[in-house]
């Protein structure tokens, strides 16, 4: 199930042949995030911790063709956590003065039982919030739809193999 891009939120939903569970523990371990990505721009976390709350800062390395420097940094923002159904962070970089900047775009993971061993799994792209000034540089969304139903594909992967 898709929304497409009417709005500034892109939203696709799958079935997961995994318990709610397990699929949240995939999404909580930043270990995984480089296998669920559909771009190819997530690369490594820059630590192992697993994302345990609101607040949290968790940190990946990217890579992307058109960024000034290729490999670059997001730190990301736990937004929600509600174990095991939702999910959410706002990436950011850290600024020449130190602090992180966050562009106005969020991830979101909602998850709901579908049968005793499996689960419904709704990405959501938001980049509603990002200034004018930053949509200058950067086309929203910087990515198609195929992306999230990739991402979707990685992630239902990882977690039926559990």
């Known amino acids: 199930m898709s929304t497409g891009t009417a709005t500034e ?10 318990p709610v569970g397990a699929v949240f523990a995939v999404l909580t371990d930043p270990a995984n995030h480089a296998a669920i990505d559909g771009t190819g721009w997530v690369r490594e976390p820059l630590d192992r911790a ?3 709350g609101v607040g949290q800062i968790f940190g990946m390395g990217m890579f992307h063709g058109n960024h000034p420097d290729g490999d670059y940094r997001m730190h990301n923002r736990v937004e ?3 174990p095991p159904h939702t999910l959410a962070w706002q990436p950011g970089q850290y600024g020449p003065d130190g602090e992180i900047g ?3 775009w969020t991830w979101r993971y909602d998850l709901a039982d ?3 061993a499996a689960c419904r799994v709704t990405l ?5 919030a990002v200034p004018a000034f930053l949509r200058e540089h950067i086309a929203f969304p910087p990515f198609g739809e195929e992306h999230l139903t990739r991402s979707l ?6 977690a039926e193999q559990r």
């Open 9 to 18: 939120v892109m939203i696709v939903t799958r079935r997961i042949e995994a």
């Open 50 to 52: 697993a994302i345990s």
């Open 80 to 82: 929600v956590f509600e």
């Open 102 to 104: 966050y562009g106005g």
């Open 114 to 116: 579908d049968g005793p």
């Open 124 to 128: 959501t792209y938001d980049w509603s």
């Open 153 to 158: 594909d990685n992630l239902a992967h990882l």
